[in-house]
């Protein structure tokens, strides 16, 4: 029976692309670029709709629990994060408490919650060191452990945040990987990194099946699901989820907050204990069991590959995409151009259209991502104007961008005035305190 228990939640809001496509004029300026190519009105739209039903009403509940014991691990994306600092500076710093409390642990996550883990690792690497940066600025922690992007995970991706310095990384337990092996211990893959392995069964039965009135399981009490996480087969069990789990994707009505809170004291109850993810890594390094990862990415979206992101052809055409704007912008030298590029190679861009000649469960979860506003478009024509946003900004590259020195991560531009000026802060007289 399992002992202990780390809790691991990501907090995410993407960048959603302007559809129909709009046309970018010869010789437009960066900022001209980038107004054409996102939907900022909408972003901020669907970021103020989820802050009411989820950032606020959950993060006001973890706060009282950190309080009393839990301890959670915190993931933030800097795309997430540039969108809270202009819409909501508030919210961030009701964050900032959360995250300035000694029961939490801040985890590093690829900063656009990008897919630049499967077109360069190189850069990935840069950028997951840029991204402790900016978040050891804004939360005055630096993370030490890390997630990726729809948490991937294989055996370069492992090197990769090997080199990068990372002690753990959080990984998706799905049985193709692990084989005969359980999630619920730690592992490593022959190198320093340790691996968290999230359960996805225990995971998903919240954060998937928790208001499914069909699920056999349906209603779930926090004693019952207590039980099922100390009868788990090792000694830890790692919880993944999604922020929205709580208020957006099962809202307020149906218990989802009555549950959380009533979760940490039927733990303790049955003899449980809470860690933070370096907490685990060195509670479990010891004994921890080695696990050879696949070439191939696992990921804890659909049924756990790449098939979730690259299945239809339209997914497998966006990517295309995506890797020759990418290369393209580099091939600039113009550190702008290379800038929206990342930006253009969210995961997003590819989860929003999984449902295109597929059906079932995975699709409705894809729908129901993707901006009503683009249905208008019609099927076809979301996925004809998504390819325009591309097709578009390839061609921008051609003469629309200048020249500049050549590409240094630690110069890409900041996440906003405010964070450049904590780091040069940092800088000068060292470490920030965190945020109180």
């Known amino acids: 029976m399992a002992e202990d ?23 437009a300026s960066p900022e001209d670029v980038e107004r054409c190519l996102f939907d900022e009105r909408l972003n901020e739209r669907y970021f103020r709709k989820v802050a009411q039903t989820c950032y606020w009403p959950a993060t006001e509940v973890f706060t ?22 202009a819409w ?7 964050f900032r ?24 690792l190189e850069r990935f690497v840069a950028r997951m060191s840029w991204a402790q940066d900016r978040l050891e600025a804004i939360f005055g922690q630096r993370p030490t452990v890390t997630d990726t992007t729809e948490l991937c995970m294989s055996d370069p991706i492992a090197l990769a945040l090997d080199r990068a310095g990372f002690s753990g990384s959080f990984i998706d337990g799905r049985p193709w990987v692990l084989g005969w092996r359980e999630p619920s211990f730690l592992y490593h893959s022959g190198r320093n990194l340790k691996l968290l392995a999230r359960h996805h069964r225990l995971s998903d039965d919240v954060g998937y099946r928790f208001s499914n009135r069909t699920w ?65 890594i060195a509670a479990h390094a010891e004994r921890s069991h080695h696990l050879p990862l696949p070439a191939f990415p696992s990921t804890w979206a659909g049924s756990g ?3 979730f992101f690259l299945g239809n052809g339209a997914q497998q055409a966006i990517f ?37 000649g597929h059906g079932g469960s995975e699709a409705e979860v894809s729908a129901y991502f993707t901006p009503r506003e683009w249905w208008e478009l019609g099927s076809d024509g979301i996925i004809w104007e998504l390819q325009q946003v591309y097709k578009n900004f390839i061609r921008a590259l051609d003469g629309g961008t ?35």
Do not use: C
Not at 88 to 94: A, E, F, G, V
Not at 322 to 330: I, S, V
Not at 349 to 354: F, M, S, T, V
Not at 410 to 422: G, R
């Open 5 to 27: 228990l780390a809790v691991y939640t990501v907090i995410h809001q993407p960048r959603r692309l302007k559809l129909p496509a709009q046309p970018i004029p010869p010789g």
């Open 64 to 85: 009282e629990l950190v309080a009393q014991g839990l301890k959670l691990n915190l993931g933030f994306s800097l795309s997430f994060l540039r969108q809270a600092q």
């Open 88 to 94: 909501d500076p508030r919210l961030l710093d009701l």
């Open 97 to 120: 408490r959360l995250v300035a409390h000694p029961n939490v642990e801040l985890i590093g996550v690829e900063p656009y919650h990008s897919f630049i883990l499967l077109l360069d």
């Open 216 to 280: 056999s399981g349906w209603p779930l009490f926090a004693d019952t699901y207590a039980h099922w996480l100390r009868e788990a087969r090792g000694d830890l069990v790692v919880l993944g989820w999604d922020y929205e789990t709580f208020g957006e994707h099962h809202w307020r009505e149906t218990g989802i907050f009555d549950f959380l809170r009533r979760l940490p004291w039927e733990v303790h109850r049955r003899g449980m204990r809470f860690l933070t993810a370096s907490e685990a």
């Open 305 to 307: 590959g790449m098939e």
């Open 320 to 356: 295309q995409l995506m890797l020759h704007a990418y290369n393209k912008a580099r091939l600039t030298h113009d550190r702008r151009a290379l800038d929206l590029a990342l930006w253009l190679t969210q995961s997003d861009n590819l989860h929003l259209i999984q449902w295109f």
């Open 402 to 436: 200048r020249r500049a020195e050549r590409l240094e991560e630690a110069t890409l531009p900041p996440l906003d005035p405010e964070v450049e000026a904590l780091l040069t802060k940092r800088e000068r007289r060292g470490p920030l305190a965190p945020a109180r």
